[in-house]
């Protein structure tokens, strides 16, 4: 491996920017109090024709220390797969804005009695701490397209460019492209189960676009051949 992977993973590896942070936090509630320690998520920068970022590592990359291991990792692996990107690990490199698990919480239901559990949002000091990072990953994978994961990563990817993270409007950018530093920016929501957004059927429409817009550059940059 190329010495400036090599150091840079071994520098993330090593953070503890967050320590103070997510001593507070749990793994999850609704099974012990256990802490949540801090592991940034290192998974080895490759240069990847498309980079996707999300929020923030969830309890199954807490427990593997792999990126997209859980349900969300599965359903945007099955929309990559329909695209056209059928081995998605040979040309997509993963990411989150935040490289450590911030833990889950348990929050009253609104469906049943009792409490259910979620995970934290990422409070904004986490962002802020691990902004530099982001920043050299994009530079060091080097990827043609930039996919962003939601609302979250599309916030992070404004204040990238100085841009007030308030734009960062879900409605305003689904379905749009961008082109920063060379890259091509396409914005989808996020494609978990319980992304409310995604109830709408003017934002579905607006999906169908992204998805449109990311085949489009796939083959633009001679990434995929369409299938004739």
Not at 20 to 28: A, C, G, H, R, T
Not at 110 to 127: N, Q, T, W, Y
Not at 174 to 187: A, D, L, P, R, Y
Request: net charge positive.
């Amino acid at each position: 491996m190329d010495n400036k992977y090599q150091q840079f993973d071994d520098k993330l590896q090593s953070c503890r920017r967050c320590e103070s942070i997510l001593k507070e936090k749990k793994v999850d509630p609704s099974l012990n109090d256990e802490r949540v320690v801090p592991k940034p998520i290192v998974s080895g920068i490759k240069k990847k024709p498309i980079m996707l970022i999300g929020q923030a590592p969830g309890i199954h990359e807490y427990q593997t220390g792999k990126p997209f291991q859980g349900q969300g990792g599965q359903d945007i692996r099955k929309i990559f797969q329909d695209i056209g990107i059928s081995n998605f690990d040979e040309y997509v490199w993963s990411s989150a804005v935040v490289k450590c698990y911030p833990g889950r919480k348990q929050v009253k239901s609104k469906k049943r009695e009792g409490f259910r559990v979620e995970d934290e949002v990422p409070p904004i000091s986490m962002v802020m701490n691990c902004q530099s990072f982001l920043s050299r990953q994009i530079e060091l994978a080097e990827p043609k397209i930039i996919v962003t994961l939601g609302g979250f990563p599309l916030k992070a990817y404004l204040r990238l460019q100085d841009r007030p993270a308030s734009e960062g409007k879900l409605e305003k950018f689904v379905g749009t492209k961008e082109s920063w530093e060379g890259k091509t920016i396409i914005f989808f929501p996020h494609t978990s189960g319980s992304s409310r957004w995604l109830n709408s059927h003017a934002n579905k429409e607006l999906f169908r676009k992204a998805q449109d817009l990311l085949r489009k550059e796939i083959i633009n940059h001679s990434i995929m051949v369409p299938i004739q």
